[in-house]
């Protein structure tokens, strides 16, 4: 079966690759959600078959169909939302027409900006005084729900720095000097934690927005691209400090005991060239080692999941963890509850230092729905995102391409986990949708109809 599946996934990709180089309008594809589902699993069921590591708990087949169930269950509802709206309510071709006007009126966030800074230098002297922080080593770390509120305060800063990003971008300005700010602002607390998920998200949606903003820059406001490759340069340079850190912290989090960490917490074994990096290349080998098992592992940890866990379900109060983290014990909605039934799932697939974290959006939609409810909710997932498209995809506005982003964003980080369940995610789109609501009150009388946004 290994070997079927090797086969599919090569012809896959060939088919993949031709068609991405022969389309005309890639950067459309680039900014689908569509791309960032088929992109990142091929690429991280290559590293799995690939890559040599051998898991003690296989991707069973059946597991893998239930992949493909599970995401063809998320565009069949995309299809028949598209299929509803078009055939049954009926299409608005006049609406398609909108967007071609653009509100040139730019929102004025140097007050979030300021809010966001002071949050983040308060949420920081609080953690230090709460923990024993040492920069670059992996623990565990106490906070509570004042923490938590300065840390959804001081998210913000992405939303910022994206948005004066997108801006500068498509009207051909200068990014505002306090959008610079804002990039260090979002990834203070991930430093201060010795986390890479802040970053990590920080980087994708730049360059998310960075590459449809630039398209739209070029092909709907036609600029001539001096902003555009004056940003690119210096984000490219930038490049060079976050791999230094990123070694850094890879180095300092594990030590020299990482490989036997990983052998011992993934039930696997490495093939000797990975090991032949690990020792001999530093720092960068211990990252190149990290990302290869990160992005391979998680599917042994779903197959065991899917295999031994017995529930309890938590009806999505387990991704949405920061709610059911405040509620009582005996209502029996808590999702330390789900944390059990993990241990337990681990005791019974024969591997004690398994670690099932991390183990793709499907096992984490497994805690919350069970089997046959996860394939359920994909569906519902599928028509969700895709009325959420239909509304914004003819509106050339800022805010909107910021959804276009996160939505790209969420199906990036499903290869690893569920995006509800990550702070770094849930709470700078918490402050989209405030922003989108702030407009939509603010200007609804100001801004004809047939006009965009911002």
Known sequence: MEYAVRIILIIFAVVGITFFIKSKDRYRFIISDTFWV????????????????????????YVFLYILLFWGSYFLGKCCYKRVHIKILGEDKKRNKIGLKVNR????????????????????????????????????????????????????????WLYELSYALVYDKKVSW?????????????????????????????????????????????????????????????????????????????GISAIKQFM?????????????????????????LNAVFYYSSQFSKLSLIFQNYKGPYLGGLYQLHYISRLLPTSWNLNYTLVIEGIAEAVNNSNVPGMRPFWETVIGYFIYDFGRYGAITMSFVLGIVIQWIKQNIMTLKSILNILIYAFISLGFFIAIQFSPFFDYYFIFPLFWIIVLKLYVKNKYKKEIPKKESRL
């Open 264 to 288: 011992w917490a993934g039930g696997c074994t490495f093939p000797s060239y990975l090991e032949f990096i690990y020792y001999n290349l530093g720092g960068l080998g211990k990252l190149i």
């Open 38 to 61: 088929i992109v990142p699993w091929t690429l991280c069921l290559f590293m799995y078959y690939f890559s040599g590591i051998h898991y003690q708990v296989k991707l069973e087949w």
């Open 105 to 160: 009126q730019k929102l004025n966030l140097k007050p979030l900006f300021y809010f966001s800074l002071i949050s983040v230098i308060i949420y920081s002297i609080y953690m230090v005084s709460l923990n024993q922080i040492i920069l670059g080593q992996t623990r565990t770390f106490n906070t509570n729900g004042f923490a938590t509120a300065l840390l959804i305060c001081s998210s913000s800063s992405l939303v910022i």
């Open 178 to 254: 306090y959008a610079y700010f804002c990039m260090i602002i979002f990834n203070i607390p991930g430093f201060i934690t010795s986390g890479r998920d802040a970053l990590l998200i920080f980087i994708i949606s730049t360059c998310i927005v960075l590459i449809y903003s630039g398209n739209v820059s070029k092909k709907i406001m036609k600029n001539k691209g001096k902003t555009y490759s004056s940003i690119k340069k210096k984000l490219l340079l930038s490049f060079i400090p976050i791999m230094i850190y990123l070694v850094f912290l890879t180095s300092s989090r594990y």
